[in-house]
């Protein structure tokens, strides 16, 4: 509603998706606040950061040039959520460099919230992604069609599905993650992760293991290796069954390439019987199903090819329960 809103008073059509140079008119216009998409590569030390916000008598939202249209305009999205909402306490970079309160992380969410509201009309989406879990096979160019529709990014639009699933489709038991590698190393990094109605594994809870590299987030990246593919965003779906676990997930993946850090973010659905009951390609042989865990060093399967370190943590709690 309140993005609705927002459109409406600045004459925008909820028909057609704002562009990063709309908003940043407004952004300016409105809020007084300057973008500038040069100063950041200035500073090798901001080089990782997406945005910063400078404040004060003429603040300036500091844009990483390395970011495409969409996501640039996600962020002018969100900076303007953060003043239309009037959330006083906020970040002022993003990605996170320090997490100060939950209000912060609060504020946050809900200016994120918006931004993807306003770049995603709610209407048209929910009736598209109808239309997509109605089709009885898995079809990924469908993916690859809404994010073109829609003018979007990867992590906008699996983003905004975290928002609407639960409300339109009952479909509240998921998480969000957002991955990046450097192609240079053999580092994964899990730099955003969402939960609803719980805590669903995979999570981040641990330092310096190895993600288990048969989670699709991570295998895309091995794909997008192939030269063919360098300048293609990659879709991907599996259904993960995770050792130990009665938990399964249908797992939708959308990589995006870059040229020092590609990254990924993914979706994972609970499979239930609701879920069977909104999904029609659910069953669907082209859907692969993997037995993954959450890291190497906690890992029981012996006989993985994928594996990047020893169990050394499943040894050790395994020797004290002797």
């Known amino acids: 509603m309140e993005a609705e809103r927002f ?8 028909d057609v998706n704002p562009t990063f140079t709309q908003l940043a008119a407004i952004l300016e216009q409105t809020y007084a606040v300057a973008t500038n998409t040069h100063v950041i590569e200035e500073f090798a030390e901001l080089g990782l950061l997406r945005s910063v916000l400078i404040p004060g008598m003429a603040p300036k939202l500091l844009l990483n040039p390395k970011l495409t249209d969409h996501q640039k305009a996600f962020a002018v999205a969100r900076e303007i959520g953060f003043r239309y909402l009037n959330l006083q306490e906020r970040p002022y970079t993003a990605t996170w460099v320090k ?9 946050n969410f809900k200016a994120s919230y918006f931004a993807g509201a306003l770049l995603l009309n709610q209407d048209r989406l929910v009736q598209d992604i109808q239309h997509f879990f ?14 073109e529709k829609y003018n979007t990014s990867p992590e906008t639009l699996l983003h905004r599905l975290t928002s609407l699933l639960p409300k339109f489709f009952g479909i509240d038991q998921l998480f969000f993650l957002r991955f990046h590698h450097e192609p240079a190393t053999d580092s994964f990094f899990l730099t955003k992760e969402l939960h609803l109605s719980g805590l669903h594994n995979p999570h981040a809870s641990f330092l310096n293991e190895h993600y288990c590299r048969r989670w699709i987030s991570l295998t895309l990246f091995e794909e997008l290796k192939n030269p063919v593919l360098a300048n293609t965003s990659l879709v991907g779906i599996q259904r993960s069954s995770y050792i130990n676990s009665d938990n399964e997930y249908l797992v939708l993946a959308l990589a995006q390439p870059a040229e020092n850090r590609h990254g990924t973010v993914s979706i994972g659905l609970l499979i239930n019987e609701n879920l069977r009951n909104k ?6 042989t082209a859907i692969v199903i993997r037995k993954v865990n959450e890291t190497c060093e906690r890992c029981p399967a012996i006989d993985c090819l994928e594996r990047s370190a020893p169990p050394v943590i499943l040894e050790k709690s395994f020797g004290r329960n002797k």
């Open 279 to 284: 999904i029609q390609f659910l069953d669907d």
């Open 7 to 14: 459109m409406e008073q600045h004459g925008l059509d909820i």
């Open 99 to 107: 997490v100060k309160s939950f209000e912060e992380v609060l504020n």
């Open 134 to 147: 109605a089709l009885p096979t898995w079809q990924p160019q469908q993916l690859l069609h809404l994010m």
